[in-house]
């Protein structure tokens, strides 16, 4: 068995089940999404505005309470998440083109390192490269589609996230049950 079987195997064994939860929590976050959208939109979009006001406030505060950082920065940093969260609450569609078009960049992100992982690990007996190849293209895929239609994308973001959420967190649940099958199979 080579270094790199051996290595993959030992980790598979400890840790097979992570991946259950990540399918499992994937698949349920689509299917909240995909059975509420509009309200799933205004919470995350609500959560994002909050979050950047506090954090803003937070550092400029930090403008007279710590000395150790660049006042400058901290003061750019107030400004722009102050701004950020006024922006969430006075004009959420505007966040929400922003965030279809983060959600892209990281989908296919995501994407090109899961087929370079199954790349790596196809020699692998019982690895599930395959799963991991497939999860991978429609991650990246996925992207493309956001950066291509990003309008449609802003309306329909929520019911496309509940369709990838479920796509690839069914990849990674049967990924993981192949995984635990052939690492039985190993002994």
Not at 73 to 88: F, K, R, S
Not at 146 to 162: C, E, N, Q, R, S
Request: hydrophobic share 65%; proline share 3%.
């Amino acid at each position: 068995m080579s270094d790199l079987t051996m290595s993959v195997t030992s980790a598979a064994r400890t840790a097979w089940w992570i991946i259950v939860v990540r399918g499992v929590v994937a698949v349920g976050l689509g299917i909240v999404a995909l059975v509420w959208p509009g309200p799933t939109a205004k919470v995350i979009i609500a959560l994002f505005g909050v979050w950047a006001l506090v954090d803003g406030i937070i550092a400029l505060v930090s403008i007279f309470t710590h000395r150790g950082r660049s006042w400058g920065w901290l003061l750019l940093e107030g400004v722009l998440g102050v701004t950020a969260g006024i922006i969430a609450f006075r004009a959420p569609e505007t966040v929400g083109l922003a965030i279809v078009i983060v959600i892209a960049f990281w989908s296919i992100m995501i994407g090109a390192l899961e087929i370079s992982g199954a790349l790596q690990i196809r020699e692998v007996p019982g690895s599930g490269w395959g799963w991991l190849l497939t999860a991978g293209i429609v991650s990246i895929l996925f992207g493309i589609v956001l950066i291509a239609w990003p309008d449609i994308a802003a309306k329909t973001l929520i019911v496309l996230i509940g369709i990838y959420a479920i796509l690839i967190g069914l990849f990674w649940l049967v990924s993981a049950f192949m995984i635990r099958k052939d690492l039985k199979q190993l002994g």
